[in-house]
């Protein structure tokens, strides 16, 4: 009875459930149903796209779009790691935002290498995360307060300090952002690495499966001897490294430090995070699922362009997105419930 | 909640009596409208009654006096009593605050409430609250009103000035449906009586002539008599757990005792009597104002669960299992496994070992017979009876030989219910684990426990001992219990 395999409903979210797996022979499913339906999705607009325009699947544009996907992947994860504790961060963009002045500055004005400039950046982020978690946990105020009203003390604070003019980069910064490897770009290789780690911290590490512990039942967590308290901090740490990672490879491909970097994150943030199946009441997240919400966010974006719709209405369309990816999730969870319920009347 | 048919006459007060998880609340809650029937009707004044929500129910005259129904905690006694029928002026729409101040204290006055109506709820103790519900019920005019449990909270003169306002209700021909599991209650205050037991109504007997053993058996539907588990082997030599002097305000009055290897320490007490706030005093979930913990003979800090956990072996099986106790969207294994992952580490790769994890999990459902589909199975989809034993799991894992279990039968049906007893005197019995018992269950305490403490008022007011001796007779021993309470 007990050597079957966890049947975990999805086991690369949630829960992990990870163990016996190996021992029964099987694998832990990387990709659970919600994610193989998002590379469908994925598929049948790529299909779409393609055969509209022939430019479309050309090695320029794949190395455009990917690049993009790139950092809407990661700007995803800046959210992510806060709605799995069960959070929310509303100052991703600001806190990139701020970021991207730190690394103007010091690249700029202190004429620091790259090298130095980089971790500085991070560090950064890090900080204002950590700020974020801080205030959260020691106040006992709402994530969602607390990162809204710091949203506005980082927004005033990089248009302070930059007075909003952008700072220049030296080109051999532009590396990252714009050179590839036999025509992958180095950003999308960055990314994989990122998402790869994220995924075994959570899969297999304490560290992550206490994150998930906490949001999926905080009080329950705590009771079983998890320091919830510092796994929300954690949380909002990485969330602000992920916000600077995010920034630098923007900065990165732009090839300035523009202060208004972050502006309009904050949508991307929450949709990539919720149409790739991270749970928006805690202790779920699916990676995988993270960087195929960004696949087809981008594509969405791309294919309004190539439509032509007015750029004007880009917003409504991608908020409808956003709400049709809950929608779906709800009419799942609901679907489940009835089928569960009707098994059971059945014995 | 299974086939059952119940009649309640005008000017009774009727008493709803069953086990936990025998089908009072659900009953309760079908009246109501807050849940639906299956099949089956309910016949009010000869109509057949279909609430589809608490609020028409309410508009029919049937209203529901328990901790659930939220009062507005910033507003006054006044508005929550007069909330959905509030005085106008006219048909301006605009309140008439001194008609709406006279009317509620009027039935303010029914009730006994010595309070301005002006108090704000959150101000208002348990039992003031309670009377500010049945108020509310009289001002909605409410012909039948359902009281669940409403004296867990109150103390025994609280409890009495409720019980002298439900007869005069009584008197002026309502009816009043009592759910409650305290016999003494049910005896001095209602005129019939019926039973549930596991979803089912056992029978419907008038207060008159009943004795207090039949109503036992009609309850548990066997002898509460052989609920003997056997005498334990305390080694009074070896103290595991001391409490000196342990004191926090509101919560927690001059707790001092000592858990000994091998014991089963038994709270008893009503719901807030003080035994789950000394629990989570020891355990770091809250910090005393005074006092000390000493574990194996060392004074002990403890600041949070994890150092309670990972430095002092100690757990806590918390009482609301669903709420605090487990990860319900998570496995069953993760929910056993959750205390022990840092011990299963790879030091290079900080990888958890996943074949480990799986074999301690395995190892617990095993020892603990835990009835589920696989590792893997999601803690919602488990019986109550077999989620208890997983929350109990979690702490065995990680060699926990000090044990706080807090009401761990709420809401677990008959049969488990026994199995659990037994795993929990097996533990003492078999594995020497030491353990405290908080229960406001009384033959489950008297079979399960070594010794008891009595809690009333957050104070510790009585000690009995030698309760698994073989010649101590239930009787004895909860009349015992009854006189510390008195």
């Known amino acids: 009875m007990t050597g079957t395999q966890p049947s975990t409903p999805d086991g690369m979210t949630s829960d992990f459930a990870a163990g016996s797996s190996r021992r029964t022979g099987g694998a832990n499913p990387l990709f659970s149903g919600r994610t193989i339906g998002l590379v469908i999705s994925a598929g049948i607009l790529f299909a779409i796209l393609g055969a509209r325009s022939s430019s479309f699947l050309s090695p320029y544009t794949m190395e455009v779009l990917s690049r993009q996907i790139a950092i809407f992947a990661l700007i995803a994860l800046s959210q992510a790691v806060c709605l799995v504790v069960g959070g929310m961060n509303l100052s991703v963009g600001a806190i990139a935002s701020i970021a991207t002045v730190v690394l103007g500055l010091c690249m700029q004005n202190l004429h620091l290498p790259g090298l130095l400039a980089v971790p500085v950046v991070l560090v950064a982020g890090a900080l204002a995360g950590f700020l974020n978690g801080f205030l959260i946990t020691r106040l006992k105020i709402d994530s969602f307060i607390v990162t809204l009203s710091m949203m506005f003390v980082y927004m005033g604070l990089r248009s302070g300090i930059s007075g909003g003019a952008p700072y220049a980069l030296p080109d051999s910064f532009t590396f990252v952002g714009q050179k590839s490897l036999c025509g992958v770009p180095y950003a999308l290789l960055l990314m994989v690495v990122v998402l790869a780690l994220m995924s075994f911290v959570f899969r297999n590490t304490v560290f992550g499966r206490r994150l998930l512990a906490t949001g999926g039942n905080a009080d329950a967590a705590r009771l079983s001897g998890v320091s919830t308290d510092a796994m929300i901090v954690w949380a909002n740490v990485l969330s602000g490294f992920f916000a600077g990672l995010a920034a630098i490879l923007w900065a990165s491909k732009l090839g300035t430090a523009a202060p208004e970097t972050g502006d309009g994150w904050l949508v991307v943030s929450f949709a990539v995070a919720i149409i790739g199946g991270t749970g928006l009441t805690g202790g779920v997240i699916s990676v995988v699922g993270i960087f195929m919400g960004a696949v087809i966010f981008m594509l969405i974006k791309h294919g309004l362009v190539e439509v032509r719709a007015n750029d004007y209405y880009a917003n409504s369309f991608l908020g409808a997105l956003v709400l049709l990816a809950i929608i779906v999730d709800r009419a799942r969870e609901v679907y489940d419930a009835r089928r569960k319920a009707a098994t059971q009347r059945a014995r | ?486």
């Open chain 2, 1 to 486: 909640m299974d086939n059952v048919s119940l009649a309640f006459a005008a000017g009774e007060i009727h008493a709803l009596v069953g086990e936990n998880g025998a089908g009072k609340s659900t009953a309760i809650k079908i009246i109501t409208g807050i849940y639906q029937p299956d099949s089956g009707e309910i016949l009010y004044e000869g109509r057949p009654l279909h609430f589809q929500n608490y609020h028409e129910s309410l508009k029919a005259g049937i209203d529901i006096v328990n901790q659930e129904i939220q009062l507005i905690p910033d507003s006054s006694i006044a508005e929550n009593i007069m909330l959905d029928k509030m005085i106008t002026r006219g048909k301006t729409g605009i309140i008439n605050w001194k008609a709406v101040h006279e009317a509620a204290r009027k039935y303010m006055e029914m009730v006994g409430l010595p309070l301005p109506s002006t108090t704000p709820m959150r101000h208002l103790s348990a039992a003031h609250k309670q009377l500010t519900q049945i108020a509310k019920a009289l001002a909605a005019n409410a012909r039948v009103l359902l009281l669940d449990e409403p004296t867990s909270s109150l103390t025994q003169h609280e409890a009495e000035n409720l019980f002298r306002i439900l007869r005069g209700l009584r008197g002026s021909g309502a009816t009043i449906i009592f759910v409650s599991h305290k016999f003494e209650e049910v005896f001095a205050l209602c005129d019939r009586v019926s039973v549930l037991r596991d979803g089912r109504c056992v029978g419907t007997r008038s207060i008159q002539g009943l004795a207090s053993d039949e109503l036992v058996q009609m309850m548990i539907g066997r002898e509460c008599k052989d609920t003997h588990l056997g005498t334990l082997d305390v080694d009074r030599g070896k103290e595991v757990l001391r409490v000196e002097n342990l004191c926090r305000a509101e919560k927690a009055n001059d707790i001092s005792f000592t858990l000994y290897e091998g014991e089963i320490l038994g709270f008893y007490g009503l719901v807030g009597s003080g035994r789950t706030e000394v629990a989570r005093l020891i355990i770091g979930e809250d910090h005393p104002d005074s006092g000390s913990i000493h574990v194996r003979g060392r004074k002990a800090r403890i600041h949070s669960v994890a150092d309670s956990l990972y430095r002092y072996r100690l757990g806590y099986v918390t009482e609301n299992r669903k709420e605090e106790g487990l990860l319900l969207k998570s496995s069953v294994q993760t929910n056993i496994t959750i205390t022990v992952w840092q011990r299963m580490v790879n030091r290079v790769t900080r990888r958890i070992n996943p074949v480990r994890e799986a074999e301690t999990a395995e190892r617990m459902v095993g020892d603990l017979a835990i009835k589920t589909p696989g590792l893997g199975e999601r803690t919602e989809n488990l019986s109550g009876g077999n989620q208890q034993k997983v929350s109990i799991g979690k702490w065995l894992a990680a060699d926990c030989d000090i044990l706080i279990i807090d009401e761990p039968t709420v809401g677990v049906d008959v049969g488990a219910k026994e199995q659990i007893h037994r795993l929990i005197w097996d533990l003492a019995k078999k594995r020497r684990k030491s353990i405290v018992l908080i229960s406001s269950d009384m033959p489950e305490i008297i079979k399960v426990a070594s010794r008891i403490l009595v809690f009333r008022e957050q104070r510790i007011v009585g000690e009995l001992t030698g309760v698994d001796d073989a010649g101590k007779t239930y009787e004895e021993v909860s009349s015992a219990i009854g006189q510390f309470l008195a």
